[in-house]
């Protein structure tokens, strides 16, 4: 049975009080009381409750990220665990733990708001920034430090985030060398800023090689996996006009392409190239394996929270943004056009 408070007391001959003064380094106590129940702790292998004694103090240990896991999609993208993996990383090096904040509440901001204002965390890292800001705003009203993985509509305030605009530009750059002329986009979300500029990157690349855009060649995300949005999907991407290559605006809508093409008889890549974006551990292990952008999340996570941390650490230091790099990765998905589209 896990060891209280009381059992150390208990056991030191000392009040519950003394021993949580001793847990928190109070000068109060003198060296051989410190000694003796520091003793004491380790014999019963007592762990002090560090959230408890925070909000105590009112110096809290914790800081939290704020993940949607109700939104359709995006809840399953391993880039979340990446980026997690980077934000838990950085927040141990300081000895900080890591809270998730998850619920449908959270995209309205009243979840977020009572988690502020609870004591409970010293900040908030907001995991992926919608276009609507609402959770940003509510961090704003109060008052506690967060950065946002995704820069806000007005780019204010301090985020990571890569350059989509130039990954959709580079992924597309990629199938054109390769003698694409009718390329695809799956999975334009407007809910999203990455996905809307990974497709503004899209069409200056098709611009800059003087190839036209097809906007019916522009498919959303809004459904995809549905049987509905499969068959719409393929219609789109069949037929006398039909383009050679995808870019997919993450690695999970190119591995549902790539499965949806394959159970219609669609060859990839000799009869279509398909590239994605996230460089996820799945996108190695398919047959054949994908073509993506990495967006380096680990990264884009770590550097979230040395910035939280930095912001904490010095409340009036100057607005703070960061660009990641992105880098291409060529795999099977992508070959050469053999139709000369």
Not at 23 to 51: C, D, F, H, W
Not at 54 to 77: E, P
Not at 114 to 122: H, I, K, N
Not at 135 to 142: F, G, S, T
């Amino acid at each position: 049975m896990k060891a209280t408070i009381k059992d150390v007391a208990r056991a030191a001959g000392v009040s519950p009080s003394t021993v949580s003064r001793v847990a928190s380094g109070s000068a109060r106590i003198s060296e051989s009381t410190k000694k003796r129940v520091k003793a004491v702790m380790q014999e019963l292998n007592y762990k002090p409750n560090l959230l408890a004694r925070s909000l105590v103090r009112q110096d809290s240990c914790a800081i939290a990220v704020v993940y949607d896991c109700y939104t359709k999609g995006y809840s399953q993208d391993p880039f979340f665990m990446e980026a997690m993996r980077g934000i838990c990383q950085a927040a141990q090096e300081q000895s900080l733990h890591v809270l998730i904040s998850t619920g449908a509440d959270g995209r309205k901001g009243s979840g977020i708001a009572s988690l502020s204002q609870s004591g409970m965390v010293r900040g908030m890292i907001l995991l992926s920034a919608p276009v609507d800001d609402i959770p940003a705003e509510a961090l704003r009203e109060a008052g506690l430090p967060f950065v946002e993985i995704g820069h806000p509509s007005d780019r204010s305030g301090n985020w990571v985030d890569n350059d989509n605009v130039l990954a959709g530009r580079e992924a597309t750059e990629t199938l054109i060398r390769k003698g694409h002329k009718r390329i695809a986009f799956v999975g334009a979300d407007g809910s999203y800023h990455y996905t809307m500029e990974r497709l503004t990157g899209y069409r200056e690349a098709l611009r800059k090689a003087n190839l036209p855009i097809d906007e019916s060649l522009i498919i959303p995300a809004a459904g995809v996996g549905d049987k509905a949005s499969e068959d719409s999907c393929i219609k789109r991407l069949c037929g006398e006009k039909a383009p050679s290559a995808s870019v997919c605006a993450t690695d999970d809508l190119a591995v549902w392409l790539i499965g949806t093409l394959t159970k219609h008889g669609i060859d990839v890549p000799l009869t279509m190239s398909v590239i994605g974006f996230n460089n996820s551990p799945m996108s190695r292990y398919i047959v054949p394996s994908l073509s993506t952008v990495d967006i380096n999340a680990f990264e884009l996570g770590r550097k979230a929270c040395d910035m939280l941390i930095d912001i904490m650490e010095n409340p009036d230091s100057e607005v703070k943004n960061e660009i990641i790099k992105t880098t291409i990765i060529e795999r099977d998905s992508t070959a050469g056009s053999v139709k000369g589209r």
